[in-house]
């Protein structure tokens, strides 16, 4: 099946300091990645929509001066967390779709802010 | 209101046992309806897919949508220990997948 990727998978910053998370489609190329948040023992929440190309599009509440995406080929969506706090401190999933809409999701990021 | 709700458990049974997940939605353009099972600090993994209603069955997975009560299941039989995990179910109304509602998960505990 389709692999996709996440780099790192765990991450430690200071508060103010900025993280950036790569997505990969290894073996497939993926014109919409998309992020979701996972607090513990909470469901994913869809963060924003990547598309190849274009600006991502932001769920409702979520800061896009915040949380930057940027998806600049087929195989790799990043985001990147500004200024990051405590609270940012969470399972960050990114999921690729692949030509027949099918969503593959990545391992997560866990990222924690001190 | 959440659009799906989901019972998060957890779910203790014991091995060999049949595990019964359910689902309810509120949004009735939601077409498809998906299971992912979700292991401890990894990403989901998509089981299996049902579009509108009906059963859909793939070894020992079974997935039923009842549109009329927005209301859907996933049956595990001969359950096993390495089926300890948390079990998501999420729906979307497009085609295209492209926002996905996810239940908030239930946590399956399979003892030997």
């Known amino acids: 099946g389709a692999v996709v990727s996440q780099h790192p998978s765990r991450v430690i910053c200071k508060s103010g300091t900025s993280v950036k998370i790569e997505c990969r489609s290894l073996?497939?190329?993926?014109?919409?990645m998309f992020w979701y948040r996972q607090f513990p023992k909470q469901s994913l929440m869809l963060m924003a929509t990547s598309n190849e190309g274009s600006k991502a599009t932001y769920e409702q509440g979520v800061e896009k001066d915040k949380f930057l995406i940027n998806h600049a080929s087929l195989t790799l969506s990043t985001l990147t967390v500004t200024s990051a706090h405590p609270e940012d401190s969470s399972f960050y999933i990114c999921?690729?779709?692949?030509?027949?809409?099918?969503?593959?999701f990545g391992p997560g990021t866990r990222l924690t802010v001190t | 209101q959440k659009e799906v709700e989901q019972d998060p458990g957890p779910l203790s049974v014991p091995e060999g046992a049949i595990v019964s997940l359910n689902c309810t939605y509120s949004n009735s353009a939601f077409q498809y309806f998906m299971w992912y099972r979700q292991y401890s600090r990894k990403g989901p993994e998509l089981l299996m897919y049902t579009y509108s209603s009906g059963n859909k069955e793939d070894g020992r997975f079974t997935a039923q949508v009842d549109k009329s009560s927005k209301y859907i299941s996933l049956f595990i039989r001969d359950s096993q220990p390495s089926d300890s995990a948390t079990y998501l179910c999420a729906t979307t109304e497009a085609d295209s997948w492209g926002k996905l509602q996810f239940g908030a998960g239930t946590q399956v505990v399979v003892t030997p």
């Open positions: 999921s690729a779709r692949d030509s027949l809409y099918e969503q593959y």
């Open positions: 073996d497939f190329q993926a014109t919409t």
